[in-house]
Nanobody, 117 residues
Framework: QVQLVESGGGLVQPGGALRLSCAAFGSIFDINFTGWYRQAPGKQRELVAAITSGGTTNYADSVKGRFTISRDNAKNTVVYLQMNSLKPEDTAVYYC?????WGNGAWGQGTQVTVSS
């Protein structure tokens, strides 16, 4: 099994920045995908950014050029989401998700991001 621990959410003013972290523990050797999703009140959960084990990244159109997903090279089990130029519409609960080649994936508990003046 894999357990995920997220951190880094909070309240920020429009135009500000936050960095989310997702740390994976347990059976992590076959993780081949890590994604950050978000869910705003009354809306469906959507994929924001993702990174594969090979380093390929992809982003939702709404965050391209503002958000960056990366993996800590020293701690291969930590994935970050750097969020710049935040907008009120980025307000949501952000969830980390991993997929594995041979086992069940996992979701984190979620971290609240609120963008407001």
């Amino acid at each position: 099994q894999v357990q995920l621990v997220e951190s880094g959410g909070g309240l920020v003013q429009p135009g500000g920045a936050l960095r989310l972290s997702c740390a994976a523990f347990g059976s992590i050797f076959d993780i081949n995908f890590t994604g950050w999703y978000r869910q705003a009140p009354g809306k469906q959960r959507e994929l924001v950014a993702a990174i594969t084990s090979g380093g390929t990244t992809n982003y939702a159109d709404s965050v391209k050029g503002r958000f960056t997903i990366s993996r800590d090279n020293a701690k291969n089990t930590v994935v970050y989401l750097q969020m710049n130029s935040l907008k009120p519409e980025d307000t949501a609960v952000y969830y980390c998700n991993v997929r594995r080649q041979w086992g069940n994936g996992a979701w984190g508990q979620g971290t609240q991001v609120t963008v407001s003046s």
